[in-house]
């Protein structure tokens, strides 16, 4: 009898998408997989290293791991690490954290199945950092997705970009773009099996740039990504997200494909990081804080009103109350619909990590607070202007608040409860909004 694979998933949506795509590999491979540590003979860590906060929650959850016995050997069970701690700390692991019996770089995912064979076969030290191979695809069955109504789609994998705090340069290695053709069938697929929403994923969605371009020759548009939106839209899919977008490719023509095709939603995600140019350039992120402005006048400029979000770095190496002030000026400069906002911190082997003047917690903290109450009433604005506009919302499930009450996404990515009325997971409602509340909108259905 094969064995029982529990995959625990931490950070970005590409981790979620490596995991889904796992877990079909392993189901082929005659695996079972289960949703939990208790009932699983073999766990695997999916890992994140993109802040330390992160890296330090796996290795607690190894220790709890640890501790438990398998149902099957009454051993405790077989401990992989896999994503991106596995594929920068290597070797090393298996130095500090004995527990781990297999370590699983960002690109041997569709080589799981024979690697646990191997631990369990009595092989010690299994590790496996190569690329992915010629003929491995992307496959991912809806059995192992999420949701049965949003799917994550990759586009592209990797970042070349090298900002100079970030580690995924080096964790998820250069970018590699799908081919148009692949995407648009995965879509085309999704809709046939009733799925409403696809996100197409990727560190930087635009700077797509396949290999050729297959699939796009009856799509016009500025760039490959552009071209790939106005293809995927044609597949009429209810209701396309993409994410992340990188301010310095963000071309104008992203905004005309939204203008052009309503089921392209009226969302964008384009990190700042920074409103301070002395503190971009030292980030390395290849835009001023004028270019970013340009690009964010041509998306609130749109004929559709465009939700915009967007990520800040606080506490960033040298980062001075003048740098500081900058960054709150742009963020409240671009009223942005959400913000997530991050504390510096520091990863080994980035360019960043080299430098001095690091800024104390304590001054991280103050900022980040200060950053957070701007953003809070900035928010509380624009979320109170939605008060008698109708949305479209996806309904996701029931609201966590009330059982009453039904809860989803709005195709400009807020959250929306509202009154169930009948309304079951998977639906596309129209909803009044009646109140803005301080991350989400409330509403009545529109029958
Ligand atoms: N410290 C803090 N935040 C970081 N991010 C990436 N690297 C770091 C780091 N070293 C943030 C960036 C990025 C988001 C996904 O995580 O804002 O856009
Ligand atoms: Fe990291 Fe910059 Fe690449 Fe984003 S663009 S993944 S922040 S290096």
Not at 17 to 33: I, N, S
Request: charged share 30%.
């Amino acid at each position: 009898m094969k064995s029982k694979v529990y995959i625990e998933t931490f950070g970005c949506q590409m981790n979620v998408a490596d995991t889904e795509r796992a877990a079909t590999g392993l189901r082929k491979a005659g695996y079972e997989m289960t949703s939990s540590a208790t009932t699983a003979d073999v766990v695997l860590f999916n890992t994140c290293s993109v802040r330390e906060r992160a890296e330090r929650k796996v290795l607690r959850r190894i220790g709890e791991v640890r501790k438990l016995s398998s149902p099957t050997t009454h051993k405790r069970p077989l401990i992989g690490v896999m994503g991106c701690v596995a594929q920068l700390e290597g070797q090393s692991i298996f130095d500090k954290t004995p527990a781990v019996d297999l370590i699983i770089g960002t690109q041997a995912t569709d080589r799981i199945p024979s690697l646990i064979e191997r631990v369990q076969g009595g092989e010690a030290g299994v590790i496996d950092l190569d690329e992915r191979q010629e003929g491995e695809v992307w496959d991912v069955s809806p059995a192992e997705r999420r949701s049965p109504y949003v799917a994550f789609v990759p586009i592209i994998e990797g970042c070349n970009k090298f900002c100079s705090f970030c580690i995924v340069p080096y964790s998820r290695g250069r970018e590699k773009s799908r081919g148009a053709r692949e995407i648009v069938n995965e879509v085309l697929r999704l809709r046939s099996l009733g799925y409403k929403e696809v996100h197409l994923i990727g560190q930087n969605v635009n700077s797509y740039r396949p290999r050729s371009m297959e699939g796009l020759e009856d799509y016009p548009g500025a760039t490959p990504f552009s071209r790939l939106l106005r293809a995927v839209a044609n597949t009429r899919m209810d209701r396309i997200k993409f994410t992340t977008s990188f301010p310095r490719d963000f071309h104008p023509d992203i905004v005309s494909a939204l203008e052009e095709y309503p089921n392209l939603c009226d969302w964008v995600h384009l990190p700042a990081q920074s409103g301070s140019d002395r503190i971009l350039k030292s980030m390395r992120r290849g835009h001023n804080s004028e270019d970013y402005l340009k690009r964010v006048e041509g998306i609130k400029n749109s004929k559709r009103r465009l939700a915009l979000t967007s990520d800040i770095i606080v506490g960033f190496p040298g980062e001075t109350a003048e740098d500081f002030a900058a960054t709150m000026r742009l963020v409240e400069k671009c009223e942005y619909d959400a913000l997530y906002i991050f504390k510096y911190s520091k990863r080994a082997g980035t360019p960043a990590a080299r430098l001095d003047d690091a800024v104390s917690e304590d001054e991280k903290t103050t900022r980040f607070m200060a950053l957070e109450e701007l953003q809070t009433s900035v928010q509380g604005k624009l979320y109170n202007a939605y008060i008698g506009r109708k949305v479209s919302v996806l309904v996701e499930r029931e609201s966590a608040r009330s059982s009453e009450d039904m809860a989803g996404h709005s195709t400009c990515h807020k959250v929306v409860n509202f009154k169930a009325n009948q309304t079951r997971p998977g639906d596309i409602v129209e909803v009044l909004i009646t109140e803005g509340k301080p991350n989400s909108l409330y509403g009545e259905l529109i029958s």
